[in-house]
């Protein structure tokens, strides 16, 4: 008769698994998965950056970006720290502040150990760079690529 025996699961794979779940609850792919917002989802491209952006009227035209840890493209050169901070207050490491579609507000609620698992879950993705990832451009400018248009009330 076959046994079952128990294994210990290490806090690392379990801060990991936190992070997957916590990544596809908050429907993070929604945005930054290539293919999502056309209808047609690249599974080996989840979370490598969108193609189709926002437009927010006033402030010009928004591309969701790489979260994969590709160093050209994605966050590769990011450290833990620097994505937490990015997730929970809008700023990039160097200074930027991220597209005002980005809920960071809400993710400011994060606890530590939720904010570090979704940054650990991302370091740990296998790095899918982003070729011709389209840049943000102003408002009076022409969009690289495919938008939606934010209207607000």
């Known amino acids: ?48 950056g ?6 927010l009227p ?5 591309y969701p970006p790489n979260l994969t840890p590709d160093p050209e493209t994605g966050l590769g050169d990011w450290s833990a720290d620097d ?17 005002p579609i980005m809920p960071s507000h809400a993710y400011a609620a994060l606890t530590d150990d939720d904010a570090y698992a979704i940054a650990g879950f991302l370091k740990s993705m296998t790095p899918a760079p982003f070729e011709g990832e389209p840049q943000p451009a102003g408002d009076g ?5 495919p938008y939606l248009e934010v209207l607000m009330p």
């Open 50 to 55: 969108s193609e189709v952006g926002f437009h």
């Open 141 to 145: 400018e022409a969009p690289p690529s």
């Open 83 to 99: 994505i937490v901070l990015a997730l929970r207050t809008g700023e990039r490491p160097d200074g930027r502040i991220l597209a």
């Open 1 to 48: 008769m076959p046994m079952l025996i128990a294994v210990p699961v290490s806090a690392q794979e379990n801060a990991l698994e936190r992070g997957r779940y916590l990544v596809t609850i908050m429907d993070c792919g929604g945005c930054h998965t290539r293919g999502v917002m056309t209808g047609k989802p690249d599974p080996d491209l989840y979370l490598a």
């Open 58 to 62: 006033g402030l010009g035209y928004f």
